[in-house]
């Protein structure tokens, strides 16, 4: 098993300054003190075109590509558009499917009314994907909770930095046993249908 661990932050709003995007951006630095390497993913900078099965695959798709190939878990980050994840996050998740098997996600929700129906949606598309999820995520209102870049809500930055943790503890458990069972010859494994 390699000892690396590798989390992938996926920004899903496509506004400059996001509060989604600024709690993701925190979450990555707890994730690093974790011992984890991290990269982060803006949609409002690598816009990915409307999926389109058919379609070749754009230098912005394969540029998204090798950063999810990278990854061992992810954040996904949204803001909340009328109890849904945004757009841009939503075409991510269908272009890139098959990679999220057996990787674990945590989720981050930028809104007014606590984001439980946006992170409920994230949470069916990653299972639909057959990823793992974290079984909470964090809920941010912007204007409550930040000043300036800066985190003004003591139990917020105590989720965050929990989600952190476990996001790399569980993550890592769940990428060791799943590469284990994908190079074993057992064959009644989730891992088992993924082998060539």
Known sequence: MKNSFNVLGVAGSTRQGSYSTQALKIALEYVK??????????????????????????????????????????????????????????????HFYEEFAGKVFGYIVASHEKGLTVMDQMRTAVRQCYGWSMPYGVSINGPQDF??????????????????RDLVVYGRLVRDQFMRDFGSNEPDTFAAHYRP
Not at 57 to 79: G, M, Q, R, T, Y
Not at 155 to 164: F, I, Q
């Open 147 to 164: 000043t300036g870049h800066e985190t003004v809500n003591a139990r917020l930055s105590s989720r965050v930095r929990m989600m952190a």
């Open 33 to 94: 003190k974790q011992g984890a390497e991290v990269r982060l993913l803006e949609l409002n900078r690598i816009v990915l075109p409307l999926y389109d099965p058919s379609a070749t695959a754009s230098k912005e798709v394969e540029e998204a590509a090798k950063a999810i190939a990278w990854a061992d878990a992810f954040i996904l980050a949204s803001p909340d558009y009328h109890g849904s994840m945004s757009g841009a996050l939503k075409n991510f998740l269908d």
